[in-house]
């Protein structure tokens, strides 16, 4: 096949790819959107109307601790309306940001069109961009810097490998375990918390810890008390077995790489862990390739 057609073919169905990926988010995410907004309905607020007077009929066991609070001067209808209101709110912003995205579609469309030129030209004559820069160097340096590209592109595909490894840990454990406890939205938060579990710490607490305290406030403890224990079983895991792939996949000791995970955590988060992953992983290669 003409390399030209194959790069084109290949170019396609990469960015086809990603806009399918990212379209069929949107349109999960706004069923899902849909079907919370239709099961907010008036139990809702007769379920927040019943806790509010539960809380003001006990208001006199506590009223040696909170002088001057009067149960006859608490709106209890007025704070269900404001429940509502800012239920409405919401909704009124969210739908600012969808005439927003709608608006903003044809500059969407222009970077995905410049997005796959640019890709499809990068790749078409990769071999000449590579040839031209390789001219500059003499002969033996040459060989080092193809063996410095081929192991960077190693080093790459390990990294990737590993962290999707990790992903979709994350993803099976919170599907599996909010299937298990009959948790709704399974899926959607499954798919959430795996790209946020590139987040270090905040990623998985962003999913887990509002189901969790939901929970606790209806009452439901089982459930609470067995999503927490998923929770922190999660988060010892992924702790344990970050270290232990990083460096199985990328070729760094294992000690270096949390390290190297610890610092870049402190310094920047995610980026931070990539920059002195990144590091070590350069140090590694130029020993490799006898530069260092």
Do not use: W
């Not at 057609?5 to 999960?28: C, E, M, N, P, R």
């Not at 579609?105 to 390789?134: Q, R, W």
């Amino acid at each position: 096949m003409n390399k030209g057609i194959s790069t084109l073919f290949l170019s396609l169905l990469g960015v086809g790819l990603v806009i399918f990926l990212a379209s069929f988010l949107l349109v999960k995410g706004s069923q899902q959107l849909i079907s919370f907004l239709n099961n907010i309905d008036s139990n809702s607020y007769s379920y927040f109307g019943t806790m509010i007077n539960d809380f003001v009929n006990n208001l006199d066991k506590y009223v040696d601790y909170f002088q001057g609070i009067s149960t006859n001067n608490l709106d209890i209808q007025g704070l269900i309306a404001n429940y509502g209101e800012n239920l409405a709110d919401i909704a009124k912003a969210m739908l600012a940001k969808i005439i927003d995205l709608a608006t903003s579609l044809p500059t969407v469309v222009l970077i995905i069109i410049t997005l796959f030129m640019s890709t499809y030209f990068i790749a078409k004559d990769f071999d000449k961009i590579e040839n031209a820069f390789l001219n500059i160097f003499t002969d033996d340096t040459k060989i080092k810097v193809r063996r410095v590209k081929n192991e960077i592109m190693c080093s790459i595909k390990g990294y990737i490998k590993a962290y999707t490894i990790l992903m979709s840990i994350t993803f099976l454990v919170i599907l599996i375990s909010f299937s298990i406890f009959k948790v709704p939205y399974g899926l959607p938060l499954a798919v959430i918390g795996a790209l946020l579990d590139l987040i270090p710490f905040l990623g998985i607490i962003v999913i887990f810890v509002p189901v969790i305290i939901y929970y606790f406030v209806i009452e439901n403890y089982v459930v609470s008390i067995g999503i927490a224990i998923v929770f922190i079983g999660l988060s010892i895991l992924r702790q344990i077995l970050e270290p232990k792939l990083v460096s199985a996949n990328v070729g760094l000791s294992p000690l270096l790489t949390i390290i190297a995970i610890f610092v870049g955590i402190q310094v920047g988060g995610i980026l931070g862990i990539i920059f002195f992953l990144g590091l070590l992983v350069m140090h590694d290669i130029l020993e490799k390739v006898d530069i260092l």
